[in-house]
Nanobody, 126 residues
Framework: QVQLVESGGGLVQAGGSLRLSCAASGRTFSRYPMGWFRQAPGKEREFVAGINLSGSVTGYADFAKGRFTISRDNAKNKVALQMNSLKPEDTAVYFC???????????????????WGQGTQVTVSS
């Protein structure tokens, strides 16, 4: 099994930055594509960013392009999401997720992921 724990969330003013980190435990972390998702109150969980097994291929939701950067360090069992130029509409709980099956690429749908962290709150004030 893979256990994921997010950290780095908090309160930041508009235009500021936060770096989220996802620490993974388990011997097979490097086998799984990873993703970041977010969910605001009353809204569906949505894709933010994804990264393949090696970290060589990444993808982003339109709202994240040019502002957010996903990266992974398989040697340290860690996935990060650097968020710059934050906006109030970025306010949500952010989740780290692992695909959890034999696959090279990441996916954009939440039901493609088997393992989830507990989430970390990001609040952006205006």
């Amino acid at each position: 099994q893979v256990q994921l724990v997010e950290s780095g969330g908090g309160l930041v003013q508009a235009g500021g930055s936060l770096r989220l980190s996802c620490a993974a435990s388990g011997r097979t972390f490097s086998r799984y594509p990873m993703g970041w998702f977010r969910q605001a109150p009353g809204k569906e969980r949505e894709f933010v960013a994804g990264i393949n097994l090696s970290g060589s291929v990444t993808g982003y939701a339109d709202f994240a392009k040019g502002r957010f950067t996903i990266s992974r360090d398989n040697a340290k069992n860690k996935v990060a999401l650097q968020m710059n130029s934050l906006k109030p509409e970025d306010t949500a709980v952010y989740f780290c997720a692992a695909v959890g099956r034999a696959a090279d690429d990441y996916y954009r749908l939440p039901n493609s992921y088997s393992y989830w962290g507990q989430g970390t709150q990001v609040t952006v004030s205006s």
